[in-house]
């Protein structure tokens, strides 16, 4: 008798299991910020819930804590393990997946992958980047009539050309504004723990604040949010990165360089899903609304309607390319 | 000339911010290691406190009660520790690696099934915070040319719980060298056998030192999630126990020589965080790796030329087995 329930159960779960497999499941993993660093990757989990609310269904995570699980992790999400199918599409949040997806992207011929940040030359990899440089020069232009010292300050996280790309937007932003603006610039780290670091992101931030700095523009993932902290406490202005982090600290954050890695996640399930879906390089700037600046109840007071006037000219002139911003990481 | 005396005044002030954990927490290790007990455990045990007072901080709104909280988190996990290592004579060394390893993972799954914030807790507001404290007189003196800034800016202007940290070294000094209770904690640490011949319980001693520890990390924790910080992050200590437990041998298990170790290792920290894209008078600017290595640079050029022996309590380490 058990010995029947427990085959009846098997084969239910069997069952189970395969009608699962039809289904349509994507796969996110999110680097080592972290799902709620509340900037980059917390925009990928935006993306991904909002397909999951307008679609149904759900999705497979995962969240690296090490250097040693990227592979793990893609590897296991698309083969498949216990009750979870192999995954349709697997999104990979983050440069540092770049090495690790030329090698995986091989073993799965079959299986859609993305990455966002990096680009991998394979026929079932789409490579989402962003013009990050074109969002910073914004928010550079803002940092620069918001400051009072004609004093700016940049905090990244870890050292990498990606990073160099955002520093290199903003300060020709800030000085396109004003010529003889100064840009002090700090980088966290030199590994991925450097996208984690509030408590080290704060003391750089202070000490660009002693240094004469009055807005300070932190590219550092969850490292930011010590930033931000940072400016609150010093009655300070500063620059948010990724996803829109101006209700963090109302009145203290200027604005945000937001990078739709939600629309990019978004997209690429649902042309999985609906079957559009394409390999090969995206590119989305200013003119795809890839990236912009956060303006919102939070901030109003704090970009002036001058200030507002002059961005959007200049980002009609970047879209038109009147205004050429350099872009480090190019060849 | 003003710059410089400018900069000397504000890598002093983030010296001192970024000191008080290390303090706080080799303090607690001086403590466990002169009654016997290796304390390898002052990482996890800050980690928990932090953890501990966050959550608190965050689901009740005030700081002082997170405070509490995270004193008695690290002083159950110190009492683990001692469980293992006193009671039952278990190697120290493990048994404190061992709390490092459980705290790492067990804090971020905690926070995860509470706060669904992906092993992290909300970001906590002014009022759930320790905040900056202006001393007498600090608005008025600031203008006083040379002691005006050191006391406006060095000296006021931290969180009750770096001054709480600048009073436990004489107090701490005091407990040891001049109590009967620091007597006994000395010789349980170097010869407990003539200590339980006196007839004094050394189990019971170690203990006491155990709880004492526990509330000293219990505070360097809480300062790192509620007053330095806004709210616990996986693995927020960083090595910061390891590097207290350094201070603590450069400072040969002495209060004031391991305060002047931590204050040194904080320094050197502000010190590369000011150097970095800053050129340097005659040499330029400096590679940011390099700058990066500075205080670990630091510390080995120190442990290899400046500290002397370092001689560590006789019994330390040494499970008390009474012979019969």
Not at chain 1, 205 to 227: C, H, K, P
Not at chain 2, 179 to 189: D, H, K, N, P
């Amino acid at each position: 008798m058990i010995r029947k329930l427990a085959l009846a159960g098997l084969m239910a779960a069997g069952l189970g299991f395969s009608a699962q497999a039809q289904t349509f499941t994507p796969a996110v993993i999110f680097d080592m910020g972290g799902k709620f660093d509340k900037s980059f990757n917390e925009a990928a989990y935006n993306g991904a819930e909002r397909f999951k609310k307008e679609f149904g269904g759900t999705y497979a995570e995962f969240e690296v804590t090490n250097e040693a699980q990227r592979t793990q992790a893609m590897q296991r999400l698309a083969r498949g393990a216990g009750a979870t199918p192999p995954a349709s599409i697997v999104i990979c949040i983050g440069f540092a997946f770049g090495s690790t997806l030329e090698q995986v992207a091989k073993e799965f011929p079959r299986t859609k992958f993305v990455i966002v940040d990096s680009v991998v030359d394979a026929p079932n990899v789409s490579s989402v980047v962003f013009r990050e440089h074109e969002g910073s020069f914004l928010v550079g232009m803002a940092a620069a009539m918001a400051s009072k010292t004609a004093k700016v300050g940049f905090v990244g996280g870890m050292d990498i050309p990606l990073i160099r790309k955002f520093h290199k937007g903003y300060e020709e932003g800030a000085q396109h504004v004003n010529k003889s603006v100064q840009v002090f610039m700090n980088m966290t780290g030199t590994t991925p723990a450097a996208w984690n670091d509030p408590t080290k992101g704060g003391e750089l931030a202070r000490s660009q604040f002693e240094r004469g700095a009055d807005v300070i523009y932190a590219a550092a993932g969850a490292t930011g949010l010590g930033v931000l902290q940072a400016a609150k406490d010093s009655g300070k202005l500063s620059i948010g990165v990724d996803s829109n982090q101006n209700h963090l600290h109302p009145g203290s954050v200027l604005t945000s360089m937001v990078k739709r890695v939600d629309v990019a996640v978004y997209n690429a399930m649902k042309s999985a899903k609906d079957g559009s879906w394409k390999a090969g390089v995206q590119s989305l700037g200013l003119k795809e609304d890839g990236v912009g600046y956060a303006l919102d109840a939070n901030n109003e007071k704090l970009i002036t309607a001058d200030m507002k006037a002059k961005l959007d000219a200049a980002k009609a002139d970047i879209i038109a390319g009147k205004i050429k911003v350099t872009d480090v990481t190019a060849k | 000339m003003e710059d410089a005396f400018l900069m000397i005044v504000t890598m002093a002030s983030a010296t001192l911010r970024v000191a008080t954990p290390l303090v706080l927490a080799a303090l607690a290790g001086l403590f466990a290691e002169r009654s016997g007990i290796v304390d390898i455990g002052l990482e996890g045990k800050m980690l928990g406190a932090a953890f501990a007072a966050a959550a608190t901080a965050a689901v009740t709104g005030s700081a002082w009660l997170g405070l509490l909280a995270a004193i008695a988190a690290s002083t159950v996990l110190s009492m683990i520790h001692g469980f293992a290592s006193i009671t039952h004579n278990g190697n120290q060394v493990v048994s404190g690696m061992a709390l490092n390893i459980m705290v790492a993972g067990l804090c971020p799954v905690l926070a995860q099934a509470w706060f669904r914030q992906s092993g992290q807790t909300p970001m906590l507001g002014q009022q759930a915070r320790f905040g900056p404290i202006e001393l007498p007189f600090a608005a008025a003196v600031a203008k006083v040319p040379v002691i005006g800034p050191l006391y406006a800016q060095v000296i006021s202007g931290h969180n009750i719980l770096v001054y709480i940290a600048a009073i436990a070294v004489p107090l701490v000094g005091f407990i040891v060298y001049r109590t009967s209770f620091g007597l006994r904690l000395r010789a349980v640490g170097e010869n407990p056998e003539a200590v339980d011949t006196a007839g004094v319980s050394v189990s019971r001693l170690r203990y006491q030192a155990l709880i004492l520890a526990g509330i000293l990390c219990g505070v360097a924790g809480a300062y790192l999630s509620t007053a330095h910080n806004a709210g616990f992050i996986r693995d927020m200590t960083a090595g910061k126990g390891y590097l207290a437990l350094a201070a603590l041998i450069f400072g040969k298990w002495k209060p004031v020589p391991t305060l002047l170790a931590c204050l040194l290792f904080a320094f050197a920290d502000a010190v590369q965080i000011r150097l970095q894209g800053v050129p340097v008078p005659g040499i330029g600017v400096i590679p940011v790796q390099l700058i990066q290595a500075l205080p670990y640079i630091l510390t080995v050029f120190l442990l290899a030329g400046f500290v002397g022996k370092s001689i560590a309590p006789r019994a330390s380490g040494i499970p008390y087995l009474k012979e019969r």
